[in-house]
Nanobody, 123 residues
Framework: VQLQASGGGLVQAGGSLRLSCAASGRSGSTYVMAWFRQAPGKEREFVAAIRWSDAYRYYADSVKGRFTISRDGAKNTVYLQMDKLKPEDTAVYYC?????????????????WGQGTLVTVSS
């Protein structure tokens, strides 16, 4: 499975960005795809996940109500719509995938990773 993330950039606080992660090399619907992020000097943290089969979504408390994860089955792509961005959202964002139906919130639970895309939110 290959994951290609894109969409990062520089945005002012209060603004919006949409990240994309295109997946290739997999089939079926028993997958979970997720977004993690890693800020400078911090550990990688869970942001959001979506179960491919039924689009069940799960969010970290820090982004709930501001970020929306979604998927496009025809394009094998998962999106992260980020609204009301804050400077503390600045990080490299990674998409990840795992087989199975269970949602995991630690990076050890995911087998496949994209290359990361940088999001910078200025104050």
């Amino acid at each position: 499975v290959q994951l290609q993330a894109s969409g990062g950039g520089l945005v002012q606080a209060g603004g919006s960005l949409r990240l994309s992660c295109a997946a290739s090399g997999r089939s079926g619907s028993t997958y979970v795809m997720a977004w993690f992020r890693q800020a400078p000097g911090k550990e990688r943290e869970f942001v959001a996940a979506i179960r491919w089969s039924d689009a069940y979504r799960y969010y970290a408390d820090s982004v709930k109500g501001r970020f929306t994860i979604s998927r496009d089955g025809a394009k094998n792509t998962v999106y992260l719509q980020m609204d009301k961005l804050k400077p503390e959202d600045t990080a490299v964002y990674y998409c990840a995938a795992k087989a199975g139906l269970s949602i995991r919130t630690t990076d050890r639970g995911y087998d496949y990773w994209g290359q990361g895309t940088l999001v910078t939110v200025s104050s």
